[in-house]
């Protein structure tokens, strides 16, 4: 009898598992997790990077140098949008634009108050959605750009 009570629960509650396995499952040919919308249109930083034009790809490795030379505590740690460098928290995030209006930006963590804006190479991101840690928006499209945007650079680094 005992054998019996027991054997009946165990395939009672066997039946119900593989009943909510079914049911959380998801279905045939889709996966469990969907990316956000707004991330599947978007290129990813190694894509971008894979068809930058060389002119590109040379200032964003001159301006990844010079934030890495910054200092020894400095992280690097790519991310799927962009490359994130830190030292406790980010500083700087950086990534590349590569087919419309070719470009590399810098989302970097300063008061965009603390700053006097230059338009078409700074702005302030404060009240708007974007991808990166900071405020402020340094887009580099040639050489000048970048050593413009060196001292910026440096004091994100030496606030954060």
């Known amino acids: 009898m005992f054998e019996l009570v027991n054997g009946a ?18 279905a045939e040919g889709k996966s469990a997790k969907t990316p956000a919308a707004s991330t599947l249109a978007m290129k990813t930083h190694a894509d971008q990077l894979a068809t930058a ?40 995030c950086m990534g590349v634009i590569s087919k419309h209006d070719p470009h590399v930006y810098l989302i970097l963590k300063l008061d965009p108050k603390t700053v006097e804006l230059e338009k078409n190479f700074m702005r302030d991101v ?18 000048a750009d970048f050593e413009k945007a060196k001292p910026l650079i440096e004091r994100a680094y030496q606030e954060n």
């Not at 629960?9 to 998801?26: F, G, I, K, R």
């Not at 990844?64 to 030379?69: D, E, H, M």
Request: no cysteine.
């Open 9 to 26: 629960s165990a395939a009672s509650s066997t039946s119900a598992s593989n009943a909510l396995d079914s049911s959380t499952a998801p």
């Open 53 to 92: 034009s060389i002119e590109l790809l040379g200032l964003f490795e001159q301006t990844r140098s010079f934030i890495l030379a910054q200092g020894d505590d400095i992280i690097e740690k790519p991310l799927k949008l962009y490359v994130a460098f830190r030292r406790l928290k980010n500083f700087v």
């Open 126 to 143: 404060s009240a708007i959605g974007h991808w990166g840690t900071g405020d402020l928006e340094v887009v580099l499209r040639k050489p």
